[in-house]
């Protein structure tokens, strides 16, 4: 059992940057694709940004078209722990943000391990 616990979020201005952090508790962390999702009030919940794993330490990454070029998604194994940068943030990115985790690619939502979330808010 993955559990995945994420902090930071926040209150934030148009234009202004983020961080988000989600830990995990799996000791084979680096063998997980990783994920952000977010959901914001009244509509589904949407793919933001993954992260395979990668024996070689070569790493890809994939983006909503939404949020390329705002957004980087980054890992750091050895702290078991997967970011992501917020960055030209507007208003419609404001959501509850929820990392992911599994075995397998993660962006099509069927992930098995899920973060609590973290509400971004982003003031115009």
């Known amino acids: 059992q993955v559990q995945l616990v994420q902090s930071g979020g926040g209150l934030v201005q148009a234009g202004g940057s983020l961080r988000l952090s989600c830990a995990a508790s799996?000791?084979?962390?680096?063998?997980?694709?990783m994920g952000w999702f977010r959901q914001a009030p009244g509509k589904e919940r949407e793919f933001v940004a993954a992260?395979?794993?990668?024996?070689?330490?070569?790493?890809?990454?994939y983006y909503a078209d939404s949020v390329k070029g705002r957004v980087t998604i980054s890992r750091d194994n050895a702290k078991n722990t997967v970011y992501l940068q917020l960055n030209s943030l507007k208003p419609e990115d404001t959501a509850v943000y929820y990392c992911?985790?599994?075995?397998?690619?993660?962006?099509?939502?069927?992930?098995?391990?899920w973060g609590q979330g973290t509400q971004v808010t982003v003031s115009s």
């Open positions: 992260i395979n794993w990668s024996a070689s330490s070569i790493y890809y990454t």
């Open positions: 992911a985790a599994d075995q397998r690619n993660v962006m099509y939502g069927n992930a098995a391990y």
């Open positions: 799996e000791r084979t962390f680096s063998r997980y694709y």
